[in-house]
């Protein structure tokens, strides 16, 4: 299947949108910014967020799993540094490129959990992995700020579409390292 790269556009700039408001109400919620449960939520999905830029750049695959010795304003920065680059790799690529068979490094460790040979996919529908993966976490995230007490954003894509598609609004960095 195809997937057109503006629809990928739309939905990459809606998670960036969505991304921003819940690292703005996680670094202001105290109980939040400090909880393991959310840190690995967070830390987690821009760890794939990352890998999967990685491949589709052909940097060499690193992959953090244990956030145990950092903060998420510890890496607020980092975090936010993979949008920029991300989205000016998915709008540079072509509809020929989107619809092109890519391996990512960690296909070896996907067949050994499914302990069977897995299909191949293409450049864009891992696009579209990364935006629905995200997705699932950054729920989980809304789920467990409401379980500390916190009132997570509204950021369905309705909304953002209702509100004719803001731009992020990140924290400053210094907030972040409240």
């Known amino acids: 299947m195809q997937i057109p790269r503006d629809l990928l556009l739309?939905?990459?700039?809606?998670?960036?949108?969505?991304?921003?408001?819940i690292w703005n109400a996680v670094l202001t919620h105290e109980?939040?910014?400090?909880?393991?449960?959310?840190?690995?939520?967070?830390?987690?999905t821009a760890g794939v967020q990352r890998a999967f830029l990685d491949a589709w750049t052909q940097q060499p695959f690193t992959f953090r799993q244990n956030f145990d010795d950092t903060s998420?304003?510890?890496?607020?920065?980092s975090v936010r540094s993979y949008y920029a680059g991300a989205r000016a790799f998915v709008a540079s690529v072509d509809d020929a490129a989107l619809a092109a068979p890519l391996v990512v490094p960690w296909m070896q460790w996907v067949?050994?959990?499914?302990?069977?040979?897995?299909?191949?996919?293409?450049?864009?529908?891992?696009?579209?992995?990364?935006?629905?993966?995200?997705?699932?976490?950054?729920?989980?995230?809304s789920a467990r700020l409401r379980a500390l007490g916190g009132e997570p954003p509204n950021i369905d894509?309705?909304?953002?579409?209702?509100?004719?598609?803001?731009?992020?609004?990140?924290?400053?960095?210094?907030?972040?390292?409240?």
């Open 157 to 178: 894509y309705i909304a953002w579409l209702w509100l004719a598609r803001p731009e992020p609004e990140w924290p400053a960095a210094s907030a972040a390292a409240l």
């Open 72 to 77: 998420v304003a510890e890496q607020f920065d």
């Open 111 to 141: 067949e050994q959990h499914f302990k069977r040979p897995v299909a191949g996919t293409r450049l864009g529908e891992t696009v579209l992995q990364v935006i629905i993966h995200t997705t699932h976490h950054r729920a989980q995230a």
């Open 10 to 21: 739309d939905l990459f700039n809606h998670m960036e949108w969505a991304d921003a408001a």
């Open 31 to 44: 109980g939040a910014r400090a909880d393991a449960h959310m840190r690995a939520y967070l830390l987690h």
